[in-house]
Every structure is written in C-alpha cells, then in structure tokens.
C-alpha cells in the first residue's frame, strides 16, 4: 500500500464551486505539506503543517484553506475555485529536520 | 533570500552520460536534494547531500560544492526510461523541514 495517499485523483470542475482535496500518510511523519505544480513553474509550496495544532502558509496560500484532521490527514479546500487554480497538486510529508519529502500520488484538478 | 537555477532542458543519446546543473543560493544550508519526477507522476528521492564531494549510487552521482553553490547530478549508461524531470531542492533556513524548489531540468533520453 502506498505511504502518502490523496483523493481525488483528478477532478474537473467549474469556476466558484468549493472542493476539497485530501491526504492522508501512514509514514507516521509530523511534517505535511500541499504543492501546486504548473509547467515552467515548479513545485510551489501552499501550506504546511508540523503538528495537528500548528499550520503555517507557504508562498501562495491566496484562495485556499487547510486543515489537519489527524497526525495522518491533511486536507486542502478551495473555498470558490478560479480556473488559474488549475494545476497538478501534491501533499507531502517528512520527518523532522531538513530531511527528505515523500510525496504523494498528486491530482490533476481543472477548473473551468 | 533563496534562489535555484537549473537549465530548463536537455537532450543526451541512450547509453551516454549526461550532467545536470544547478546553482543555489541560501541564507543557511542544510544540504541539496535531487528528485526525479517522471511526467505527470510524484516527485521520487533520488540523492542529499550536504557535505563537498561526489556520492555515487549505481547509474546516478551527485556532486556538491558549498562554497560555490553549486551541484550537479551525474547519469550514466543512460536508458530510455531516464526520460523525466530532475529537480534541485534546497531546505530553507531554520529547522522548518520547508524546501525550496528549483523548476526542474527536462530530460529526453534519445535512441
């Protein structure tokens, strides 16, 4: 069984609607993290969290919201989503220190 | 503040050897990671370094110099299958376990 996994897979909706994506891990790591991924533009970091009671925003965390149900489920929502939210998505999750991201399967999410 | 450049695109021929670059510039360090990430798929470990010098595992080195911020990942005997994305990753500065990403070197591997 894979160690990071997210749902959905890939989602198409429409402009304004609200959606959620989830993560959960079974590595046991403290450390998740949410990504967008566009051509040409890299992974970009969106929200990270070190523990259930502790989230921070990443570079681009305008238009979406987190939350850490669980050491294991982290979940990101956009709240009306726009079509330049339109990207390939990832969670991630380490262990403590500057150590190494294991990430999950991503979503292709598209909003029209 | 924190800056990565690597080349956006390669070409390298099968069974060649191909060098990957990427220049960083951090506040602090804490070591450089190498990803491969295949088209459309997660982001797979390949490599960390954080002191000078080569670390070699099977067909894939990478190389680190802090005092020129600098790195490069090596592949050898290449295959087809090496076709994919390599991305330098830097953690930031403190213990945060953030990274900053560089945006990735295309790779094509030729017949």
């Known amino acids: 069984d894979a160690d990071v996994t997210q749902t959905p897979r890939n989602r198409i909706t429409k402009t304004g609607k609200r959606i959620m994506l989830e993560c959960s891990q079974t590595k046991g790591h403290d450390r998740m993290y949410w990504y967008r991924q566009d051509p040409g533009l890299g992974l970009r970091l969106i929200y990270y969290s070190f523990d259930v009671k502790d989230i921070n925003k990443g570079e681009i965390s305008d238009g979406y919201s987190v939350s850490r149900q669980a050491q294991a489920k982290f979940s990101l929502s956009l709240e009306s989503a726009i079509p330049n939210q339109t990207a390939l998505y990832f969670c991630?999750?380490?262990?403590?220190?500057?150590?190494?991201?294991?990430f999950g399967p991503g979503t292709r999410l598209t909003v029209l | 503040g924190q800056n990565i450049d690597q080349p956006t695109e390669m070409t390298a021929t099968e069974g060649a050897i191909v060098q990957i670059n990427c220049t960083y510039q951090?506040?602090?360090?804490?070591?450089l990671f190498w990803y491969q990430q295949h088209a459309g798929e997660a982001p797979t470990f390949l490599s960390y370094n954080v002191l000078d010098g080569l670390e070699e595992k099977g067909r894939f080195s990478s190389f680190l110099s802090r005092s020129k911020g600098y790195s490069y990942l090596l592949l050898k005997e290449l295959q087809m299958k090496d076709s994919a994305s390599y991305l330098c990753a830097v953690p930031t500065s403190g213990n945060t376990g953030k990274l900053i990403f560089g945006q990735g070197t295309t790779l094509q591997v030729k017949p």
């Open positions: 991630a999750t380490s262990d403590t220190g500057p150590g190494e991201q294991f």
């Open positions: 951090t506040s602090g360090f804490n070591g």
